[in-house]
């Protein structure tokens, strides 16, 4: 069974923000939400690096961990979702998930939380497929449309992929084979103090 | 007679209410989620049924995401 993943490549990340644009339009994210985000590292400077951040639909998901009403479930393909309706907008997975990918809508006075929303994937959430009330709640689901999330099939220079991990892993594998491996890239200089 | 009749309509009269009252009670839905640590209880999701997308989904991923 494919487990899917979503890989940055970012190397090839130009910061167009075409993704982040794509998601939100597609899937009509309320003010204040962005499921996904791109993150620019020593930003103005040369050498800086992109990277596009959603939730990664962890193996072992944080989110589903910590969540105090267990609405979190996890498909045969690896997408993490949730259920709103058992949802209870505590912020508990918010703070548990390294990404920030759990957002709250501030549609309340006096800033109460609503209900969690985030990446689904492009994958919908647990009513029925390509239904109103699916795309009310939780954008569309281009996965029951037999589609890639749209993030991906949006990126200009191919930097974001989504799919199968094998595939993403081997596509990332034959770039580095071309292009080298350069020590920048993962901050061999931090890690090894020779900046 | 006709003292005790009158009594006893207004009790009836002041008690029916509370007694309506209280049947509605019986009426509300006993259906609760009890949560049970680690067990998800929400709506089940029709897209776990489906297990023959990998096919086109790996079709899709080689006409879109890989390199011209």
């Known amino acids: 069974m494919a487990r899917m993943k979503f890989l940055c490549d970012a190397e090839r990340c130009i910061e167009c923000n075409a993704c982040v644009t794509a998601c939100k339009n597609e899937h009509e994210v309320p003010w204040g939400v962005n499921r996904r985000r791109v993150v620019v590292l020593d930003d103005g400077v040369p050498g800086e690096k992109a990277i596009s951040v959603a939730c990664m639909h962890c193996t072992d998901a944080p989110c589903a961990a910590v969540c105090p009403v267990d609405c979190f479930y996890t498909t045969s393909d690896g997408i993490v979702l949730h259920d709103k309706d058992l949802c209870i907008g505590c912020g508990y997975c918010f703070y548990a998930c390294p990404f920030g990918a759990p957002q709250y809508p501030q549609e ?88 | 007679m006709r003292k005790s009749e009158t009594v006893h309509r207004r009790a009836l009269l002041a008690g029916a209410p509370v007694v309506a009252l209280g049947l509605g009670g ?43």
């Open chain 1, 108 to 195: 309340e006075a006096f800033n109460a939380r609503g209900k969690m929303d985030k990446c689904t994937f492009c994958a919908g959430g647990p009513k029925e497929d390509s239904s109103d009330d699916e795309f009310a709640m939780y954008g569309r689901n281009r996965i029951a449309e037999e589609k890639l999330p749209l993030c991906a099939e949006m990126c200009s220079t191919k930097a974001l992929l989504a799919g199968d991990g094998d595939m993403v892993a081997d596509i990332y594998r034959q770039r580095i084979l071309k292009r080298g491996g350069r020590p920048q890239t993962w901050g061999w200089e931090t890690a090894y103090k020779t900046a």
């Open chain 2, 26 to 68: 019986c009426l509300e839905s006993a259906d609760v989620t009890v949560h049970e640590p680690g067990k998800y209880k929400g709506s089940a999701d029709p897209l776990l049924d489906e297990s023959s997308r990998d096919e086109v989904l790996e079709k899709r991923f080689q006409l879109v995401q890989v390199d011209r």
